[in-house]
């Protein structure tokens, strides 16, 4: 497992995590990003979210 600064968790696959909700969800991919700032539309699965838009 990997954090990294301001950003998703990266977490050796394959990967099965349980939801708040009770729920649980599996990743077969061989490095898996966790949203950890729950911004992602795939929630939890990082979607980049968490990154500033700049306008160019």
Same mark, same amino acid.
Request: glycine content about 4%; overall charge positive; charged content about 35%.
């Given at each position: 497992?990997?954090l990294?600064d301001d950003?998703?968790?990266?977490v050796?696959?394959?990967?099965?995590l349980t939801l708040?909700?009770g729920?649980t969800?599996?990743?077969?991919?061989?490095?898996v990003?966790v949203? =950890?700032c729950?911004?992602? !539309?795939?929630y939890?699965?990082?979607? =980049?979210?968490? !990154?500033? !838009?700049s306008r160019t």
């Open positions: 497992m990997v990294t950003g998703p968790m990266l050796d696959g394959p990967v099965e708040d909700d729920t969800v599996r990743s077969d991919r061989f490095v990003a949203c =950890t729950r911004r992602s !539309r795939t939890p699965w990082c979607d =980049t979210s968490h !990154r500033r !838009r």
